[in-house]
């Protein structure tokens, strides 16, 4: 099974609305530790670097906007305790993120001291460690799903509390999304371990199947609903699961088929979908370099709901005041 998950590549997703403008300080941090309540748990937030130009409140604030953009997405933060281990790097900006389930809930992350409040306000890294927290660590092999819920799952999560539109995520995945299909010799998703195939790949599943669980109960449920029930469940990075077992109780909440009759037919073949065509069906489009939608497409409720969520995620957050993963 896992034990950690890493990451240490770059989407360059567009900044949603600033973070509060704090005054640039050197501040020294180490040693010093402070607990954040978002989304009914407790986060313990500690430095292990001495200096950084930005003061403690707006490293914090950054913790509590990925907190609260997990906790739109999922209804709650995934865990009811977390930690979250700053350190400093060389520079600007965010990097370095690995999410740990083996001594409790953790990620360690490393912040430039130069980076500013505009750096993190686009960050995208500490979220995408937190959506870790609330999946199951699998085998190896399945190491896709892991970071495809992660790398699809983010960018929602912050649309939900307005760090990005659905402009911006639609417009990446029509960048990026083409990296997650099947290459010559590719053999599956469980036997093909190539960077594309691991993010990109596991992020054209989830897509996949919030499209597929949507269309089947015409827009009533969704993917989020299969992952919130699979964290209800138990399906922490703390636990090791057979991933049967995570479609299962997925798709026991949701239409009750979509997440294991995608993995059957993925798993262990290369399924080339045309990406131009679901595009077109969702109604999605670049016109000048702009993002425009089609609300006449077929797909376009779907598109819509994925966006806002058929659980209605913010709602839900409103009603709540030892693995390792990349």
Not at 269 to 290: A, N, S
Request: net charge positive; proline share 4%; charged share 25%.
């Amino acid at each position: 099974m896992s034990r950690r998950r890493t990451l240490r590549w770059w989407l360059g997703l567009a900044a949603g609305p600033a973070l509060a403008p704090v005054a640039r300080a050197q501040t020294k941090l180490a040693d010093t530790q402070t607990k954040l309540k978002e989304g009914g748990a407790e986060i313990e937030v500690s430095f292990e670097s001495e200096h950084f130009d930005l003061p403690q409140a707006a490293l914090l604030g950054w913790v509590s906007q990925a907190a609260r953009a997990v906790s739109a997405y999922y209804g709650r933060f995934p865990v009811p305790r977390a930690r979250v281990r700053i350190f400093a790097g060389g520079g600007r900006g965010v990097s370095h993120g690995t999410s740990y389930g083996d001594d409790g809930v953790w990620c360690r992350i490393s912040v430039g001291r130069r980076t500013t409040v505009e750096d993190l306000d686009r960050d995208w890294m500490l979220t995408h460690e937190m959506v870790h927290f609330a999946f199951p660590s699998v085998a190896r092999r399945h190491h896709w799903i892991e970071e495809g819920t992660a790398t699809y799952v983010e960018p929602i999560a912050r649309v939900h509390i307005g760090n990005l539109t659905a402009a911006q995520v639609w417009g990446d995945m029509l960048r990026d999304m083409h990296q997650g299909l099947p290459e010559e010799g590719d053999r599956g998703l469980d036997n093909t371990h190539t960077w594309g195939r691991t993010y990109w790949g596991g992020a054209l599943f989830c897509l996949l199947a919030d499209v597929g669980i949507r269309k089947n109960t015409a827009n009533a449920k969704g993917l989020e609903d299969a992952l919130r029930a699979i964290n209800r469940a138990g399906g922490t990075i703390e636990a090791d699961w057979p991933l049967e077992r995570a479609f299962e109780t997925g798709d026991k909440a949701a239409d009750g088929r979509t997440l294991m009759e995608l993995y059957r037919k993925m798993r262990a073949h290369p399924v080339m979908v045309d990406l131009p065509d679901l595009w077109k069906q969702l109604g999605v489009g670049r016109e000048d370099g702009r993002v425009v939608f089609d609300d006449r497409a077929p797909l376009a409720g779907v598109r819509q709901a994925i966006m806002l969520g058929s659980g209605g995620g913010r709602a839900a957050l409103a009603n709540i005041d030892r693995k390792r993963r990349c």
